[in-house]
């Protein structure tokens, strides 16, 4: 068994004819059986299988990007649960890409932000008084709502203004550390929800506790974005965005900076990374993450309130981060994924199920008992379990491998410009008699 | 000639007096030792060089530059690099990341840059690897390269700090008791190195270490601390006959030993 299970971990044969027979099984179940979750789900998990496969990462890219395209919504459209699938999918696509910026502030820079909601919350806002009569309160010229086609540019600019929005929150929390800034952080997420909730008065800007209702839909040559199998594709450009761009900043200098300050503040600062910026673009990277799909979601839900930007929001992306794995960027987005579908989907099934069972007379729970309500007990309990079983992570963050012999060959055919070249041995040892 | 000047360095915590009107002239590339019992302050110096403290009173000139009032990162920008007396290696980071920190700000890539996975921000990534790479071969952890930092041996995580140091590419070296905790081979291999890495890099080394033997061996000058003030300096071998040194600090002992 285990014998067979390694050569299975080395053949690529094997693991790519698994790969196709898992996609095309679940694929089918999906296409056929309509309204399976179940199938849904599989066909979702065959990424992780992907991930788990010894292919180049190029391979791995064109077939998550082919059943992510093409499979995914192609298979799912047969019935009438699509809608609700894309849905499912479109928020997965727009956590993961927040969990995605909560972890290069938590997970890479070490610093607990427990507001993060708030950015989400400005990118929401600045599309949702734009793209409605609301702006026409308090801007002196321009017609309002915009049109959909300025939702496209509007990605940008909710982009940068979540980015500006972290600086000045990182600003006065720079001078706190641990629980401080855990504590500092969760008062600005509130106050910047309180703010919204209150900027009816004096001047009309929110629409405040009331939200701003029948946000412009995107537009894009002609054609008006109007469900979430439409919003599905927007979101997953943005998503595949995010992930090329953490992965980037990873191992870069600036992505090893934010570990280095992570790990050891006054070392790093002696090795010359300046501590207040370093920390400071992490906060504005990580907020403009999620001011990108704040502006998506005020479009796809064409209403923001201030009910969607709650603490708990926060948390549950925090949790994704924590249980996917802290710094480590599949880790989160698996994280992301399964606690979005666990609340969308699992959570809901449940519920549905022991209603009928309910209705039906077989088992009776009380109301108050229902899983959709113990969604916090639920995050409470995984927390704790994880805390326990695997502080790590689902899948833990693993440093980049350097290739030994490359780095060997380099040295061979580096002349040393800026370093002193090292010396022959010979040279050494001479040095050393001296 | 000398690089680094330090005038009447005064640094007071509270009630606590941790230097006290200390005075130094450091000779370029020269190896400097400064001794001294525990809580004397040596630490405290060293911190106030790199930025961790402002002094007090007093002034710290690098080649005529004033360094009082700059930040850590600044200090390090303008050449002085150093290693901790307890550790503080970046412990989740594999080795040979560690030595790439170093580099800090040796690595022009900015943001559009990396954004963009522009051509030329590649190859400097690339040769910065190399690099690494070098340092690491330099001070013996090529094979470790991709070990957690935390995973090293105790010898070994002191050369890691070394070798990260080097990567700042420093005009002044500051050791704070790089022999810790090593076995008489492991210091033995220290010696050397520190002997070597003066001469290939063409480095000022100041160290602060209570194994008098190294002292003793490796350094042209040395200077005493005790309670906060420079009681003496001068060679090793007046150093070692001085009899304020040997009541403060060295013992009888010593003087035979040595
Ligand atoms: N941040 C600080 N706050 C208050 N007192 C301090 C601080 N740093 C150092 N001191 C005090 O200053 C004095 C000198 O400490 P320092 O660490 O410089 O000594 P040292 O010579 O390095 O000793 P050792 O050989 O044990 O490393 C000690 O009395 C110490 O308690
Ligand atoms: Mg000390």
């Known amino acids: 068994m285990k014998s067979q299970w390694k050569k299975y971990k080395q053949n690529k044969l094997a693991q790519g004819i698994f790969l196709l027979i898992y996609i095309g099984i679940t694929s089918l179940s999906l296409f056929m059986a309509q309204r399976s979750v179940t199938a849904f789900l599989l066909l979702l998990s065959s990424l992780l299988l992907l991930y788990f496969t010894n292919f180049k990462n190029l391979t791995k890219w064109l077939i998550a990007g082919i059943v992510l395209v093409f499979l995914l919504p192609f298979t799912a459209s047969n019935g009438d649960a699509y809608q609700s699938y894309m849905e499912v999918a479109t928020l997965v696509g727009i956590y993961i890409s927040m969990a995605l910026g909560l972890n290069i502030v938590v997970g890479m820079t070490g610093l607990l932000d427990l507001g993060f909601i708030a950015f989400f919350a400005v990118g929401a806002y600045t599309y949702g008084i734009f793209a409605t009569a609301q702006a026409a309160n308090f801007m002196p010229f321009g017609s309002f709502p915009l049109s959909g086609e300025s939702f496209w540019i509007f990605i940008l600019i909710g982009c940068f203004v979540a980015a500006i929005f972290g600086l000045l929150l990182g600003i006065p929390v720079l001078r706190v550390k641990g629980d401080y800034l855990a504590i500092v952080t969760l008062g600005f997420g509130e106050i910047i929800r ?70 050891n503040e006054i070392a790093a600062q002696a090795m010359g990374v300046p501590l207040v910026r370093t920390k400071l673009m992490a906060f504005a990277i990580g907020a403009s993450f999620s001011g990108m799909m704040g502006v998506v979601f005020a479009a796809k839900q064409a209403f923001v309130d201030p009910t969607s930007f709650t603490l708990l929001e926060s948390i549950t992306i925090l949790v994704m981060v924590i249980l996917g794995g802290m710094g480590s960027v599949p880790g989160v987005i698996l994280g992301a994924a399964v606690m979005t579908i666990l609340n969308l989907q699992v959570l809901t099934e449940v519920t549905n199920w022991l209603n009928q069972l309910n209705s039906t007379g077989v088992f009776s729970i009380p109301d108050a008992l229902s899983p959709s309500k113990m969604q916090r ?10 805390a326990l079983y695997r502080p790590k992570g689902l899948l833990p963050a693993k440093n980049h491998v350097y290739n030994e012999k490359e780095l060997q060959e380099g040295c061979t055919k580096d002349n040393g410009d800026n370093l002193k070249s090292i010396p022959e041995h010979s040279q050494i040892e001479k040095a050393q008699e001296v | ?23 130094m002239t450091v000779e370029k590339n020269s190896i400097t030792a400064v001794i001294g019992p525990n809580g004397a302050g040596k630490t405290t110096f060293f911190n106030m060089i790199t930025g961790v403290y402002q002094p007090t009173t007093g002034m710290i000139l690098l080649e005529n530059e004033k360094l009082i009032g700059l930040k850590p990162h600044e200090v390090s920008k303008k050449g002085i690099a150093r290693t901790f007396q307890n550790i503080r290696l970046f412990s989740e980071m594999s080795v040979l990341e560690n030595v790439l920190v170093g580099m800090h700000t040796h690595i022009k890539a900015g943001l559009v840059g990396i954004l963009f996975n522009l051509p030329a921000i590649r190859k400097e990534e690339k040769a910065s690897e190399v690099k690494a790479y070098q340092l690491l071969e330099y001070v013996g952890l090529a094979p470790l390269l991709n070990e957690k930092a935390c995973n090293l041996s105790y010898g070994a ?27 008489p081979k492991e210091t033995n291999e220290l010696t050397q190195l520190i002997k070597r890495i003066r001469h290939e890099y063409n480095l000022t080394v100041i160290l602060i270490e209570h194994d008098m033997k190294l002292v003793m061996e490796i350094s042209e000058h040395i200077v005493v601390l005790d309670h906060g003030e420079k009681i003496a300096e001068g060679k090793p071998e007046d150093i070692r006959n001085n009899p304020k040194v040997i009541e403060a600090y060295l013992g009888t002992g010593a003087v035979q030993a040595g």
């Open chain 1, 194 to 263: 309180i703010i919204f909730n209150n900027l009816d008065r004096p001047l009309n800007i929110t629409n405040g506790a009331m939200g701003i209702a029948s946000v412009t839909p995107p537009r894009l040559f002609g054609i008006d974005f109007l469900y979430p199998s439409q919003f599905y594709y927007i979101v997953l450009v943005i998503l595949l965005f995010t992930i090329f761009t953490v992965r980037r900043f990873e191992h870069s200098k600036i992505g090893r900076s934010w570990k280095a300050v992570r790990e």
């Open chain 2, 1 to 23: 000639m000398s690089i680094l000047e330090v005038q009447n360095l005064t640094k007071k915590f509270g009630g606590i007096t941790a230097n006290q009107d200390v005075s």
């Open chain 2, 157 to 183: 995580q002191r050369r890691l700090e070394i070798a990260r140091a080097l990567a700042a590419k420093p005009k002044v070296l500051l050791l704070d008791e790089p022999a810790a905790g090593m076995n």
């Open chain 1, 377 to 386: 007990l639920i995050f409470g309990l995984l927390l704790i379990l994880f």
